[in-house]
């Protein structure tokens, strides 16, 4: 896969885990107003894993594209 494709493979996973996410935070902010509070609680560790994930692989991508910036041979 070339650069572009990947870099736009990488994008869209981030931006699905992104929606992922705010659908999970959206939940647990529903479980708050209804003051059920157990599911609220169970749906915070949800929530919270999602945003590792999406923070992992945010980093995990900034690092890539940091590499391959100085594997770029220096402006003349």
Do not use: G, N, Y
């Amino acid at each position: 896969m070339d650069r572009t494709a990947s870099a736009q493979a990488d994008r869209l996973m981030l931006d699905a885990k992104k929606a992922i996410l705010q659908e999970q935070h959206r939940r647990f902010q529903d479980l708050q107003r209804e003051e059920r509070w157990d599911d609220a609680w169970k749906q915070l560790h949800v929530t919270l894993t999602c945003a590792a994930d999406l923070l992992k692989d945010s980093v995990c991508l900034l690092e890539k594209v940091v590499t391959q910036k100085k594997q770029l041979p220096p402006p003349q």
